[in-house]
Each structure stands twice: as C-alpha cells, then as structure tokens.
C-alpha cells in the first residue's frame, strides 16, 4: 500500500518532527524523564533521532557508519514508513508494535531504552501522521 | 438532582480448586444473563458501555466482572499467593467461570470475553458446552502466541507504562481519543497480573487441534474480531470459526482488540448482529 502524498526533504523533515515533538502537550506533560536516542531506520533514509528530557536535541540524517551512536533502533521498509505517515494509517501501520508483529519492522539493540521511554516514544511515533515521512 | 447509575456492584464468594475467591461485578438488566470477562491484565470498566446500554439491558441481565488478581476481586484468600508466580492456566480459568455461574445460580447464560476472554470462551465452548447458552470470543483464536513477555514485569522499566502503552497498538487510530485514553488508564493498573494472565493467553491455550470437538450445536459460537488487531487478526478468526460446526464470524471495521472499551458505539452495532445471530443458532432447550 502506498500514498500519494510528496515526502517532504530529508531536513526539512528533521525540522518538522522536531518542532512537533518539541509543541506536543502530551510529550511535555510527560516527558521529563524522556531521554534515549535511537535510529529511524527508512531504508531510503536513516536518522539518529536523540531526545533529551523530551526535546529533540539533535536529528542526525543519513550519518555515516559507526558516526553517531544510539542505544535501539527501529528498521521498516519505506513503503510501511509510508503507511505509518498518514492521517488514519491502515491496520498493521498505525503502530510500532503492530508493524512489528504483522509486517517487516523489526525493533533491535537496546530494547530495554525503547519500553523505558515506550508512552512518550509511542507517542513521538505517531506524530508521523502529521507531519509525514521523508521517503 | 443527583444522576445515579442503574449499574450495581457486589462480591460473591466463589471457591475453585481450593482457593477461595471474594469476586467483585457489576450488573444492570434483565433477562437472558450475559456473562462478560474482560482482557488480560484489566478489569471490569472496560464493559462501561455495554453495562449502561439500555437496549440490551432491556433483554439481558449483564455481569461483567473482576477475574481473581484484577480490579476489585484480590488474589486468592487462603493461600501465600505472593510466594508464588501467577501463571493462569486454561483448566483453573475455566473451572472459575463455571464456578461463578454456580454462586450466582446464573441458567443457561450467554459468555462473551475478549482477548483471553475470547480465547477461554472458547475453552468453555469445548469444556463445558452443557453449561452456556452461547459463547462471544471476541478478539480470540485457536492459538494466539508471542505476547508472554517480561517486559511486562520488568523491574527496570516503568510496568504500568509499558502494559498501557504496549497495548496501545491494539487499539484503532477512529476510536475516541477519551475512551482509547481510559482503556490505557485502566492497562496502568494491571501490571502484576498482565504478563501471567498472558501465560494462559499466549502459552497455555492452544485449541489448534481440537476444534472440531467443540459442540457449536450444544453451545453455539460467534466469534468477532476488529481489523485493528495485529494479536489476533481477522484472519486468525475466521480460521478459527471455519473449524467450529455452527459457529459464526464477524469482522469488525474501524476498531482493535479493546472494542467494547475503546469504541462502544461502533462495538454495539456489531454486538448486537452477533445477539441476534446467536438467538437463530439456538438448539430447543429440556
């Protein structure tokens, strides 16, 4: 399944998802305690997302190997990014969890990170159906 | 003046296995009694709606209550139940079902449960076919495996968190954001007994082979299943109602694994279709 939507430029986007997370009510609400960074891995592009105390402090796009460290990552093919970057996203894309289960997410390295921060990161994730996806 | 709920609570005592029970449910209505269980690790607010629907209360006496471990209903009474990891099993939970149903001197009633309320309708539907009138597995399936997780226990995550936003997922993006909100609330006060619920659910029960024992004649079946679900899918459903003699499916649109609690006014339509289709499936009663 695809979308007709144009995807936006890779830094533009980096911009866009930082000032949603950054504006988020809920993210600030909760987020004191918000701190990882972890790899958005859409196969046409690669970001290293790092959050602290729920601000985006820095989004590194397409780094090089081994040039920026982060502790989980989470890898799709762009076509389920895509889905994911939509209004309403179809089932099986309307969450990392149910990418994961029923399509070809995969959720790897420190997983741990990932459940620690798993309400303001689920949230941050489903940011992407308003701001898009930049593949 | 003041508005008050028709909808009522009490605790019954129930005794299975040996283990003694103080059960709390809520009730409202009259008529044929509908049994509700609720999912894994939650407990009885999830039926809000159905409890207050005046429709079918009008036709159903409706109970939906706490399993042991859950809500109001506190672990067992006379044992050290905190020396001892929970893991439900497919043959306690069902015993504690029919055992419910006793206390409450309930005749011929409907089950309905989702989740691993789903998966043990279906176990009663195999075990104790004489003892419903029907059974509702929403959400459930043959097997279900995957969800037997620690991170639902582990001690250097926030549980509470990661029960409510792990389950989030299964919820569809339509549902009113309250009510998907609530359902997220009511999945931060289950943890310590979400993850050995899930033994039952994601472990012990696995029907795969034994469908077509079930006597969908004796005690008919009608399964539903939300499109949002990525545990148990529609597929997972279909596949298992196809294997049951008598039994009915029905997917559900624009809705996940939480249905009556994350979006009653769209589960109310569906559950009203499977009523119905379980009243035409009804075999003449001594």
């Known amino acids: ?135 | 003046m003041a508005k008050i709920s028709p909808v009522t609570g009490h605790y019954v005592d129930v005794e299975v296995d040996g283990l003694l029970y103080k059960v709390f449910y809520l009730e409202n209505g009259t008529g044929t009694p509908l049994v509700c269980q609720h999912t894994a690790g939650c407990h009885n607010h999830q039926w809000r709606g159905l409890l207050e629907d005046d429709d079918i209360t009008a036709n159903y006496r409706v109970i939906a209550y706490d399993l042991p471990r859950h809500g109001k209903s506190d672990p067992p009474e006379n044992s050290e139940w905190w020396t001892e990891e929970y893991k439900l099993t497919a043959d306690h939970y069902a015993k504690f079902i029919v055992a419910l149903c006793d206390a409450l001197e309930l005749e011929n009633p409907i089950f309905m449960g989702s989740s691993f309320g789903g998966n043990i309708a279906l176990q009663l539907a195999l075990r104790y076919p004489e003892r419903f009138s029907g059974v509702i597995p929403v959400e459930g399936a043959d097997y279900s495996p995957g969800f037997y997780l620690d991170w639902w226990q582990h001690p250097h995550a926030n549980a509470a968190q990661v029960c409510a936003s792990g389950v989030w997922d299964l919820m569809a993006p339509q549902s009113p954001d309250a009510d998907r909100w609530k359902t997220w609330f009511y999945y931060s006060q289950g943890s310590e007994a979400f993850k050995g619920d899930l033994y039952f659910y994601s472990v012990d029960h696995d029907l795969r082979d034994k469908l077509g024992s079930i006597d969908g004649e004796r005690c008919p079946v009608v399964m539903m299943t939300g499109e949002y679900d990525y545990l148990t899918t529609p597929e997972d459903g279909q596949r298992t109602a196809s294997q049951i003699k008598n039994a009915s499916f029905i997917e559900m649109k624009e809705i996940g694994h939480f249905p009556m609690s994350e979006n009653y006014e769209v589960f109310r339509g569906y559950l009203r279709q499977a009523l119905e289709t379980l009243r035409g499936k009804q075999p003449a009663r001594a």
């Open chain 1, 1 to 135: 399944m695809t979308t007709a939507t144009r995807a936006p430029a890779p830094a533009d986007w980096a911009r866009a998802f930082t000032e949603a997370t950054d504006g988020d009510p809920e993210i600030q609400a909760h987020g004191k305690y918000f701190t990882c960074a972890y790899l958005l891995d859409m196969t046409d592009h690669t970001f290293v997302v790092r959050v602290v105390s729920g601000k985006v402090a820095e989004i590194a796009v397409d780094p090089g190997p081994i040039d920026v460290p982060y502790q989980f990552a989470i890898r799709a093919s762009a076509d389920t990014w895509r889905n994911f970057g939509v209004p309403v996203p179809a089932p099986m894309y309307h969450g990392i969890w149910a990418a994961t289960f029923q399509r070809d997410m995969k959720l790897e390295g420190d997983v741990l990170v990932l459940m620690q921060n798993l309400r303001c990161l689920t949230r941050q994730i489903e940011l992407l159906r308003s701001v898009g996806v930049p593949v």
